[in-house]
């Protein structure tokens, strides 16, 4: 732990940082340092570190320096703005904003106007001669401040906004005049005492202290813990809190505010997006609260601003070399920026950036592979509308993220979540806007539709960043929360209804559309055919049917790094015959059902090896515990009793006799092996009868038999034997094979050496070796694991992504040991961790030779694996 009892520098001027700072600074410091630096104009202010941060969450309050430093950079900004924070003749006001290393929209606390109270809001008005300005700025900031840092909810505000207006017979804010907002200041304040039993703080400085406690504090709230584990940002030691002077959008018709890209988050077009509203603050635009203009309006408006904003959105991507962000204010017809960073778009925008600025000379395109998001490759890696889909569209909103989804319709974020875990149906979560508390219902929906927002609303950014398909803005239909149903003009679409969103076009359809698969075509390609050139990590597909392989193939893959056998057998033709072999009394019971699998199995592997075309083939002998093969209910033991001429009681006694306390411990993988030897020679003599013919039809066959769960040399021992006297049953052997194991056992990893003299190939299991490993049951894991997560024990989900300390460490001494014996040892993994870019990146790093994953995540370990060598 740091020594703060020495004076430590915990807060710095936006002239005293740069963009290299943003794990101190965050990237909002960082980045508002950076423009300063560069001549972007900028209001002044300064930032407070992450380490204070971590400091304060730790030990709830400030290290003896700390007040000193926020006095003098206060008086530094005061100096530099030409006021003073709590004069009542020429207030300073600031705002008070979150800023991480890693950028989280929305998910952490903003406060803005802050230094307004009954005093300060008069030296407003002298300086501005603007009383309804001043008095909606300070009603902006009580309802800010008291929602954010008080805890109030923000719709105890709203209900008084809306009386307001109600009761003045108006419909929009802007109709309202300073009498109005001097009123509701009133209000709120009053209604604020009867929520909380406490004042509101007529103290600027005690209003400074109570917002930069709530923006630390909200490094921990709900929602930013969500979004984290979500988008797997771990080891940041907090947000940073950045305090500017304030400049307005909203002193009238000359004012305004502005979210804007320098190309389409969306598709990635090299034109200037964005939105903006006059007379307005910030959090008008991103709240969606009210709908706003597209950029190019502002060029209409005053075309002065709109070239100067241009030129700096130009300047702005040359000198960070990537799509930015910005946020920018209008006051009185000046222009400043208030944000920069790169920003969240999605994978179809992502690819098409990359590639058009390598075409520009911008960035080179190793440069381009870097800033790709590999998980976010998964967008496109799903189903569109099919274009002979007969779309019943009944009404048209934004595209504000495209792809499409369906589901059943839902109206809240808890109750998508209660659908999804609950009863595994697809939702999609409709509202009249998102805000950051619904970030875990968006997250597990297939698809959000809004009937207020923009193009930069909080529902179009966060679904872009998470790649869900988004519909913003539909102001055609109404949504009724309580009543649980939307309206269309006659039409009702209640809970539970399907529809369809077209992200693309902002279409909303009533009932499923027929989809389509995705392809590997154009920029896509182009960036897949970087990756090829610079990874070193092979990647092959786990797949089961020759289906399955072609889509692989048509992906990239190298190779199938798991073929499991099992799935093959719970066909509905097959699965009576694996009930037999089971069920025998004695091996030669299991003869004439082994016979007949043996061709099922036979004609499988054919498929899967013509297709393959003498790629590698992993095929795994079979691994479930026999028992997952039967039946469980009564029904479907007394159905199978009168197939096999049993009774009941005894097809119940033998059922039971195979029952298992923990069966992923029990008599399953090379166990079943030697035990009932002849199932593993019935599926060898169906490789090789396969490999034979196909071999025979001038197709090359390269097939590895996989013997799993071995934790003792002569476990492989004994089945290599076994299957080699299979294999030298053959005299016509036209195909190449080898022999290995998968290592899922820790003892197995700890005795490699031993292992290795026997195994042609390793190939790690991931998911049994970390349930082993930790001890956990996958099965029932997910039970606890957000109580692991939301407390801190453990920073990522070890069944997702590979626990690099614990079930890592295994893998490099297995990987050590065994490639002391054979220093070629061809080594991999299969398993879902072949499909996380952690993990690629980590199996690059530990030596491995490929890795393996479902079909449709091919690319993105591609992807992730050519990034695994640029970093380096």
């Known amino acids: 732990m740091k020594n703060f009892a020495k004076k430590e520098k915990f807060i710095y001027s936006f002239d005293e940082g740069d963009k290299s700072m943003k794990e101190l600074l965050g990237g909002k410091g960082a980045n508002l340092s950076e423009m300063t630096k560069i001549g972007v104009p900028v209001p002044f202010g300064f930032t407070i570190t992450t380490e204070m941060c971590a400091h304060f969450l730790e030990h709830g309050e400030y290290p003896a320096s700390f007040g000193e430093e926020l006095e003098e950079k206060l008086n530094l900004l005061e100096i530099t703005m030409r006021k003073k924070f709590g004069d009542k003749n020429a207030p300073l006001l600031v705002s008070v904003r979150s800023g991480a290393a890693v950028s989280m929209p929305g998910m952490m606390d903003t406060v803005l106007n802050l230094g307004l109270n009954d005093e300060t809001v008069e030296g407003l008005i002298k300086q501005t001669g603007n009383e309804r300005f001043a008095y909606d700025s300070y009603r902006r900031f009580v309802q800010m401040f008291g929602n954010v840092v008080m805890g109030v909810d923000h719709d105890h505000f709203e209900e008084i906004l809306e009386g307001v207006k109600e009761e003045k017979g108006v419909g929009m804010d802007t109709d309202l005049d300073g009498e109005d907002f001097k009123k509701m200041v009133a209000d709120f304040k009053k209604m604020i005492k009867e929520k909380t039993g406490d004042n509101f703080p007529d103290s600027p400085y005690e209003q400074l202290k109570m917002a930069i406690e709530a923006v630390f504090n909200s490094w921990k709230n709900d929602r930013a813990i969500t979004y984290r584990r979500i988008h797997g940002i771990t080891g940041l030691k907090g947000t940073a809190v950045t305090v500017q002077s304030m400049v307005f959008g909203n002193m009238g018709d000359d004012s305004g505010t502005g979210v804007a890209f320098t190309r389409d988050p969306s598709t990635g077009e090299r034109i200037f997006y964005g939105e903006f509203l006059m007379n307005a603050q910030g959090e008008d635009v991103v709240a969606g609260i009210r709908t706003p203009m597209p950029i190019d309006k502002l060029k209409e408006m005053n075309g002065g601003v709109y070239d100067e904003l241009f030129e700096v959105k130009e300047n702005l991507e040359k000198h960070y070399k990537d799509m930015q962000d910005i946020e920018f204010t209008i006051e009185k017809g000046k222009l400043f920026l208030l944000q920069t960073r790169n920003g969240k778009r999605t994978a179809h925008a992502a690819l098409r950036i990359a590639v058009t600025m390598v075409e520009e000379g911008l960035i080179t395109k190793e440069e381009a592979l ?16 099919k274009a002979s889909a007969e779309r019943k569209v009944v009404a048209k909103g934004l595209p504000a993220s495209p792809g499409a989804a369906c589901g059943k319709v839902v109206f809240s974020a808890d109750d998508a979540c209660e659908a999804v875990k609950e009863r595994a149906e697809k939702v999609i979560l409709v509202r009249k806007e998102t805000s950051p508390e619904d970030i875990h219902g968006m997250h ?286 053959y005299e016509d052997i036209n195909f190449d094979y080898k022999i290995g194991t998968m290592i899922e056992v820790p003892r197995a990893c700890m005795t490699a050496n031993e292992i290795a003299e026997v195994a042609d190939f390793f190939s790690f299991g991931t998911n049994d070796l970390t349930q082993m490993t930790f001890g956990f049951s996958r099965d029932d894991v997910g039970k606890f694991m957000n109580d692991y997560l939301s407390k801190g024990i453990l920073e990522r989900d070890p069944m997702a992504s590979i626990d690099q300390e614990g079930v890592g460490s295994l893998m490099r001494i297995c990987i050590e040991l065994g490639r002391k014996v054979k220093h070629d040892l061809d080594i991999g993994i299969c398993g879902e961790h072949g499909g996380d870019p952690d993990s690629v990146i980590f199996c690059h790093k530990i030596g491995l030779n490929y890795v393996s994953c479902s079909p449709y995540r091919v690319p993105i370990a591609k992807l992730a694996a050519a990034q695994a060598v640029l970093k380096r």
């Open 370 to 385: 870097l800033k790709i998001d590999a998980k976010a490759l998964n967008q496109l890696l799903h189903p569109q509308i």
């Open 444 to 729: 597990i929906s297939e698809g959000i539709l809004t009937a207020r927002g923009g193009m930069t609303s909080h529902a179009a950014v966060v679904c872009r960043g998470m790649g869900k398909c988004c519909v913003a803005g539909c102001n055609e239909i109404m949504v009724n929360a309580a009543a649980k149903k939307i309206v269309i003009g006659d039409l009702v679409i209640n809970e539970g209804d399907i529809i369809t969103l077209d992200g693309s076009t902002g279409e909303v359809m009533l009932g499923e559309m027929e989809m389509q698969k995705p392809e590997l075509t154009g920029n896509f390609k182009t960036v897949m055919n970087w990756a090829d050139e610079i990874r070193k990590l092979k990647v092959r597909t786990n797949a089961d049917t020759p289906e399955d392989c072609k889509v692989a193939i048509d992906f990239g893959a190298e190779g199938i790094g798991l073929c499991r056998t099992e799935h093959m057998f719970f066909d509905e033709a097959r699965i009576p015959l694996v009930r037999r072999m089971i069920l025998a009394k004695t091996a030669d019971d299991r003869v004439e059902p082994l016979k007949k699998l043996k061709e099922f199995q036979k004609n499988d592997f054919i498929g899967i090896f013509e297709v393959m075309e003498g790629r590698p083939v992993t095929v795994r002998l079979l691994d479930p515990p026999l028992h997952e093969f039967l039946p469980d209910t009564d029904e479907q033991i007394e159905a199978l009793s009168k197939d096999m001429k049993l009774s009941s009681d005894d097809l119940k006694t033998i059922v039971s006799s195979l029952h298992e306390i923990n069966p992923m411990l029990g008599h399953r993988g090379c166990r079943l092996g030697i035990t009932f030897p002849e199932i593993y020679r019935m599926q060898v003599q169906a490789i090789c009868e396969a490999a034979i013919e196909v071999s025979a039809k001038g197709k090359r066959v390269n097939v590895e038999i996989e013997i799993p769960l071995v934790g003792h040399v002569n476990e492989l021992k004994y089945l290599r034997e076994l299957a080699c006297g299979v294999i030298a049953t």
